[in-house]
């Protein structure tokens, strides 16, 4: 991992990089800072190459991809062992920053494009995350199960819903019942009306910062 002047950065730039996220989690490791620190220059690379992440957003990566997929950990913190699916993962998210915070659980990335994946590839061998699979594939072809099935705005509710729900393991042994955590804005409540047991948190009572307001977590246990 090298800055823009070619040397490994100093553990005051590392710490530089991540002052939003060190904002709200300001108990990661050492190993945990240098990886999150790494995602903004592999992901420059890749967008120099492949639109990954829109040219808008680029420059604001942590704010509006890794802290926002970091907001999962608010609502629940993964135990050891969890196994996680991250499905229309597009470059790693909410998938990779996930790993990063707990390198105890499992995670599956999945996404039916190939150059997304092969970033994903890319980006996980880099951070040498050795808790991450992935695979080309749409959801609906897996066979596995999974404790939870996590993703960002993919599709309406309805139709996720019907991709996942058999791809859920019954037994559960987190404090949140196995289910589906889903990223998602705006006004809900016609999407989400046909779920009885869903529940659904603003990020803003999480994170203070604007591009939250509208923001949500969906979770409906499974």
């Not at 040397?7 to 996220?21: A, G, R, Y």
């Not at 707990?102 to 494009?113: A, E, G, Y």
């Not at 980006?123 to 072809?141: C, F, G, M, Q, Y």
Request: hydrophobic share 40%.
């Amino acid at each position: 991992f090298r800055n823009n002047c070619g040397q490994k950065p100093t553990f005051v730039e590392t710490f530089l990089f991540m002052q939003i996220i060190q904002k709200y989690f300001n108990d990661l490791t050492e190993e945990q800072l240098i990886q999150f620190a790494k995602l903004e220059l592999l992901y420059k690379d890749w967008n120099s190459k492949i639109n990954v992440i829109s040219r808008k957003d680029i420059d604001e990566l942590y704010l509006k991809h890794v802290l926002h997929s970091l907001s999962i950990a608010k609502l629940i913190s993964f135990k050891d062992d969890t196994s996680i699916l991250d499905v229309g993962t597009g470059g790693g998210f909410p998938g990779i920053p996930l790993a990063i915070l707990f390198p105890n659980c499992k995670f599956h990335l999945v996404d039916s494009i190939q150059k997304k994946i092969n970033v994903v590839n890319s980006v996980v061998k880099k951070l040498d995350l050795k808790n991450v699979k992935t695979s080309i594939s749409r959801v609906e072809a897996l066979s596995e199960k999974n404790d939870f099935i996590v993703s960002r705005a993919v599709t309406n509710m309805k139709d996720f819903v019907s991709w996942v729900k058999f791809k859920i393991n019954k037994k559960s042994f987190n404090d949140l019942k196995n289910g589906i955590i889903y990223l998602k804005g705006g006004d809900l409540k016609e999407e989400l009306k046909s779920f009885k047991k869903v529940k659904t948190f603003e990020l803003s009572h999480f994170f203070k910062e604007d591009f939250f307001q509208e923001k949500k977590i969906v979770y409906l246990p499974i």
